[in-house]
């Protein structure tokens, strides 16, 4: 019986507290509910000019000072010209020359004699003849090559008496060649200015 009572009053209890909360919190009207405004529905009234805030001024950049003015570069001085070559002096035209009487250096000594042929500088230089006589009277006469006054190159040498040297010269001396006696014998050959016998066969 009393468990019955119990509920009743449970139920009774929980009946009134419900009542009491529909008295306290009415229904709220839909209508009078606010909505939020959309971004679309905010716009300025018309004669109201919408507040903008003025753009930031850019800070001005820091001055920097002048550094100094680059020097110039020095122009490059001109290259000196090369002096033009100068042109070896020609050598003295050669000279003609026929029997004239001249004195030049021979194997045998300073002889005094007539020459026909090239001078260069008063000398004979090149092709010539040169005449003269011995000390012991007998004339001869060299046919031959002449270089500066001596006899230097091919050569012939022949004496009034019939001896004759053939060969080479060489700064006025017989240098390579054979000397031939009186009867036309050969006496003896000089190889590089050295006098050498024939063999006898």
């Known amino acids: 019986m009393k468990k019955h009572i119990f509920i009743i009053l449970t139920v009774a209890i929980i009946f009134l507290l419900v009542a009491c909360g529909e008295q306290a919190y009415p229904e709220i009207d839909s209508s009078l509910v606010?909505?939020?405004?959309?971004?679309?529905?905010?716009?300025?009234?018309?004669?109201?000019?919408?507040?903008?805030?003025?753009?930031?001024?850019p800070e001005p950049e820091p001055e920097t000072e002048p550094?100094?003015?680059?020097e110039p570069e020095p122009e490059p001085e001109p290259e000196?010209?090369?002096e033009p070559e100068s042109e070896p002096p020609a050598a003295s035209a050669a000279q003609y020359v026929s029997d004239i009487e001249i004195s030049i250096m021979t194997p045998g000594g300073m002889r005094t004699g007539t020459f026909s042929g090239?001078?260069?500088?008063g000398v004979p230089h090149g092709q010539g003849v040169f005449s003269t006589v011995s000390p012991q009277?007998?004339?001869?006469?060299?046919?031959?090559?002449?270089?500066?006054?001596?006899?230097?190159?091919?050569g012939?040498?022949?004496?009034?008496?019939?001896q004759r040297r053939v060969g080479y010269y060489r700064d006025g001396h017989f240098f390579n060649g054979r000397s031939y006696n009186d009867a036309g014998e050969?006496?003896?050959?000089?190889?590089?200015?050295?006098?050498?016998?024939p063999s006898r066969r």
Do not use: K
Not at 67 to 70: I, L
Not at 138 to 152: C, I, K, Q, S, V
């Open 118 to 121: 090239y001078l260069i500088d």
């Open 186 to 197: 050969l006496g003896y050959e000089t190889v590089e200015g050295q006098r050498v016998r």
């Open 80 to 82: 000196p010209e090369p």
């Open 34 to 57: 606010l909505e939020e405004p959309t971004t679309a529905e905010l716009r300025p009234e018309p004669g109201i000019e919408p507040v903008t805030e003025p753009d930031a001024e």
């Open 137 to 154: 009277g007998n004339p001869w006469t060299y046919t031959g090559e002449f270089a500066y006054g001596l006899f230097d190159g091919y």
């Open 67 to 70: 550094g100094p003015e680059p």
């Open 156 to 162: 012939i040498t022949q004496w009034a008496s019939g």
